[in-house]
Every structure is written in structure tokens, then in C-alpha cells.
């Protein structure tokens, strides 16, 4: 897929530079041989309207001067007089066949091709002057621009090859890393639905044997549990997928997020106390910004949710809400436990990402930071972590209205 959408970038992009050489060359070239007609014509029409003072050989002037002879004919194609240094005018077959030619064409301009001459008639009462210049050198030059044209053309399209090649790994990197992501993403999906799915099978089959009441009880209870796992990994998928495609479940409105923030801590207060861990906060009244609630609440606890599975035994966790600078707000939620390596740091938002140490398989999935991160992100803030001197901080700044 990747490789086709490379292929069509590059297929497309020479196509539009192709389309723009031509136009381009094809306005040189035509412009070029409009310049040298013109010139052409201009110098003739000057000698046919002065027919005595033709060109002396040798002679020099400010205006083009191309090979070109005249001829003065009467009234019933006779040759009267003959004018110009550039050619022998002593082949009077030649020169009648000239005279014929341009008597009895319709066009007072044009081409005779089997001698390379262009011919302007000038008519008159008593006599017709006729001139003739030599295209040769004119044509020559066209062909010599056409041959350039064409060199240049065949070197910028392939250095346009190779620039197209490189900018479609560019171009394309995102799309490929999307699509890495994906392929991951129902990788990991598929990996996390099959350990429940397993269990659950496996439980079945020993229930279909004969049990005892109380072991009945333990395999149905695993059943639950299993289910339990299944259904929440399923909500966080869809919460995902609502997220990707841009669903607001909630309309955003003002609100004070120091009473959410306070709000969201009351149910984890006995979590930490049972665990031995202490848990303090400092937050800075009225707070408001403009989202969702219950978002923004949700977000608070995967973040405590978060501190109370990696705190150190005996450890302690805290949580500060205050203002920065003017219209941000800061969201802290830290804890005392292992450090988190730097490349974690980096990963850790990503979706089924759990570091070796920090992040191991306690029941999460590894889909809450990265819920939390597009909560946020829905909300025009930003979320990062850091880990320093013993202490694991995740950092959510938030406009204030």
C-alpha cells in the first residue's frame, strides 16, 4: 500500500512538472520564432516600401539585417530591376520561377519551402516589388533552441525525479507510520481479547464436566472476571474510535475544573489509603476552563489511576492545580516510584505501549494514557511526562477562559 501510494505521488508530481516544462519550453519556443518572424518581416517590409535605396553590401545599420534580395517586376510579371548584395541574381530561371510563384499566390506574405525563403509582395499601379529573405539561419536557430529545449528538459525531469522520490518518503512518512500504528494497534487489540477469550473458553469446557459447588462457583467466577476485562478493553476501544473520528459526547461549556479536579479525588482517597500510600493535593480555587466535565474529570483518574499502580510501596502521590501565565492552567499529578526511562517517556501516550519496568500487566491495558492524551488534545491543551530525582510527574496545561 505504502509503495503504490509513493508511486502515485511521484506519477502525479512528474506529471504536473511534465505539463509545466512543455507549457513553459512551448512559450520560449513560440515566442523565440515570433521574435525572429517579426524581425524578419519588419526588415522587409521597410525594403519594399523603399525600393531605390536597397541594401549595399557592406553595409551597416542599427536595424537586423538577414540575406535578402528584391525584385522589381512590371505589370505583366516581367523582371524590371534586381536588388540586394547577398545573392548571384544572374539564374534568370530561378528568377522566374520566384516571380511566378509569389504572382500567383493570394497571400502577399508567406513561405516558398523548396528554397528556405520568405516573400512579401508589395503591389503597386505600374509595378510590384517584390522581397525575398532567407529563413535558413532563422530555422536553424529554431531547431538548435528546440535541441536545447529538449536537453534541458530531459536533465530538469530527471533532477525532478530524483527530488519527487525523496520528498515522496517524506510526504508519505506519516501515512506509513499511521498505518505501522494501525497494523500494531489490531495486533495488540487482537492479543488483549484473546487471553480473556481463552480463559473463558477453557472455563467453560471445565464447567460442562461435573464440579463440585464451591469449585462451580470459583469457574463462574472467573467467567465474570474475564467478561469484566473484556467489556472494559471494548469501552476503551470505542472511546478511541469516538475520539479519531472526531465524536464529542459532551458539548463543551465553562466550567470550574478546581471543584472537578476535587471531585475526581474523593473515590481514590481510600484506594491510596489501602494501599499504604499517602496522597495529598493542592489546588488552587476557581479555576475555570471550557471543555466537558466529565471528560476532563476522566482524565484526572487515569492519571491517579495511574500513580496508585506505580507508586513505591510506603510511597506518596500528590496532586496541584494553579494558574501560569496568563489564560493556562497546570494539572500535576505526581508519585514517588521507579524511574521512567527516557524512551518511555517518549512512547508511554501510545496506544497498548507499556514499558518493561514502569508499565507492567497488572490488569491495564495501556490505553488510559492514550485517552487521556486525546482528552486533552480535544481540549486544546497539551500532556507530557517526566521523571526526575525519584519522582514520576504527568503535567496537563489547559486554557483558561
Keep these: 500500500m505504502i509503495r503504490k501510494l509513493r508511486f502515485k505521488f511521484v506519477l502525479i508530481n512528474m506529471s504536473i512538472v511534465t505539463a509545466m516544462l512543455c507549457v513553459i519550453f512551448g512559450l520560449v519556443f513560440h515566442f523565440t520564432r515570433a521574435s525572429l518572424e517579426a524581425d524578419s518581416i519588419s526588415m522587409m517590409q521597410e525594403i519594399a516600401a523603399n525600393p531605390f535605396r536597397l541594401g549595399i553590401p557592406g553595409e551597416q545599420g542599427a536595424e537586423v539585417r538577414l540575406p535578402y534580395f528584391s525584385l522589381q517586376v512590371g505589370p505583366r510579371g516581367e523582371l524590371l530591376a534586381t536588388g540586394g548584395g547577398y545573392y548571384d541574381l544572374s539564374d534568370s530561371q530561378l528568377l522566374d520561377d520566384l516571380i511566378r510563384e509569389v504572382v500567383s499566390s493570394p497571400r502577399r506574405l508567406g513561405v516558398i519551402e523548396q528554397y528556405n525563403l520568405r516573400y512579401y509582395r508589395s503591389d503597386s499601379p505600374l509595378n510590384r516589388c517584390l522581397v525575398f529573405a532567407d529563413i535558413s539561419s532563422e530555422r536553424a536557430t529554431l531547431n538548435s533552441l528546440v535541441k536545447s529545449c529538449l536537453a534541458i528538459g530531459a536533465l530538469s525531469f530527471l533532477c525532478f525525479l530524483g527530488i519527487s522520490v525523496a520528498l515522496s518518503r517524506w510526504a508519505v512518512r506519516p501515512v506509513e507510520q499511521v498505518w505501522q500504528q494501525q497494523r500494531q494497534f489490531v495486533a495488540d487489540a487482537s492479543h488483549e481479547l484473546k487471553t480473556p477469550l481463552t480463559v473463558i473458553s477453557t472455563t467453560a469446557e471445565l464447567l460442562r464436566g461435573p464440579q463440585e459447588d464451591r469449585d462451580r462457583e470459583r469457574l463462574l467466577g472467573g467467567i465474570l472476571t474475564m467478561t469484566r476485562q473484556m467489556s472494559r478493553l471494548v469501552e476503551q476501544l470505542l472511546e478511541l474510535a469516538r475520539a479519531d473520528n472526531g465524536e464529542a459526547r459532551e458539548a463543551f461549556a465553562e466550567l470550574d475544573l478546581s471543584k472537578a479536579v476535587s471531585g475526581a479525588l474523593l473515590p481514590f482517597e481510600p484506594v491510596f489509603f489501602e494501599k499504604g500510600l499517602a496522597l495529598s493535593s ?100 497539551r500532556i507530557w511526562a517526566e521523571s526526575r530525582d525519584g519522582v514520576n510527574s504527568f503535567r496537563v496545561e489547559l486554557p483558561c477562559p
Design 282 to 381: 493542592h489546588i488552587e480555587e476557581g479555576i475555570r476552563v471550557r471543555g466537558a466535565e466529565a471528560q476532563l474529570r476522566q482524565v484526572v483518574e487515569i492519571l491517579l489511576d495511574n500513580a496508585q499502580k506505580y507508586c513505591r510501596p510506603g510511597g506518596s502521590a500528590w496532586v496541584t492545580l494553579e494558574r501560569q501565565r496568563k489564560g493556562r492552567c497546570l494539572l500535576t499529578v505526581a508519585d514517588q516510584g521507579e524511574a521512567i526511562p527516557p524512551e518511555d517517556l517518549q512512547n508511554i501516550f501510545k496506544r497498548f505501549y507499556r514499558g518493561d519496568k514502569a508499565r507492567s500487566r497488572d490488569g491495564s491495558f495501556g490505553l488510559g494514557l492514550a485517552i487521556a492524551e486525546t482528552i486533552v488534545t480535544r481540549h486544546r491543551g
